[in-house]
């Protein structure tokens, strides 16, 4: 496990001795973490693309003050890279306005998007093609205040069809998501928790009506802090 904090401070040499470190183990676990600090030493997106983790790497964690609107190369074709991933977890990172295709990653179980205030939408860029999500059992997204619209289906041109996304979710947590709104249906998930998503809520009779089977494994809803 590896955790490398004040990455807004970080110098050149500093950069080059995190990344040997990281090359010369086995690291499982890399967390990444930058504080509130409007002098940066380099372009943080740049500092992220040098830091691109050994294939061994199975959980990821990004928090704090990213302030780069977009990802390096490696994380936008994350599941060449990072095959073994089955964990990630974001929070923060105030002006990424949008995702890497996380659902190329064929092992990832466990996904957390949390508090990226410049993300209004979730559209297919974040499916990254055909297959998306085969693992994910879980999914939370938590106080993203200002995300509108996730597009809950993507485009398999492969055949043709338009496919829901994850067909082994058990779990999904809509927490403090208040303008969200799920279209054209919500996922597939056995378990459901909302907490302060009346827009996802009043929608749901409409979800019912376009995509039934979104609703055939459904065992569990936990509903609080709303007014509809």
Not at 34 to 60: A, F, Q, Y
Not at 81 to 105: D, Y
Request: one cysteine or more; aromatic letters at 8%.
């Amino acid at each position: 496990r590896l955790k490398i904090s004040r990455l807004e401070c970080m110098t050149f040499a500093q950069l080059a001795l995190s990344i040997e470190q990281m090359r010369n183990q086995r690291i499982e676990k890399l967390e990444l973490e930058w504080n509130r600090n409007d002098k940066r030493s380099c372009e943080d997106m740049n500092v992220l693309g040098k830091l691109l983790p050994p294939i061994t790497l199975r959980h990821l964690e990004l928090q704090g003050y990213y302030n780069s609107i977009s990802f390096p190369a490696w994380m936008m074709s994350i599941s060449q890279h990072l095959p073994n991933l089955v964990e990630i977890r974001m929070w923060g990172l105030p002006k990424c306005n949008s995702l890497p295709p996380f659902g190329q990653l064929r092992s990832l179980r466990e996904l957390l998007i949390e508090r990226m205030e410049s993300i209004t939408k979730i559209e297919e860029g974040f499916y990254g093609g055909a297959g998306a999500f085969p693992q994910l059992w879980k999914f939370e997204l938590r106080c993203m205040e200002c995300l509108e619209v996730w597009n809950t289906m993507y485009s398999d041109k492969e055949h043709s069809v338009q496919v829901v996304m994850s067909p082994n979710l058990q779990r999904l947590t809509l927490y403090d998501c208040p303008k969200l709104k799920l279209k054209p249906c919500p996922p597939s998930a056995k378990q459901w928790e909302i907490v302060n998503c009346d827009n996802v809520l009043a929608l749901w009779d409409e979800g019912t009506q376009t995509c039934a089977s979104s609703y055939t494994g459904l065992r569990d809803v936990t509903v609080r802090n709303s007014n509809v």
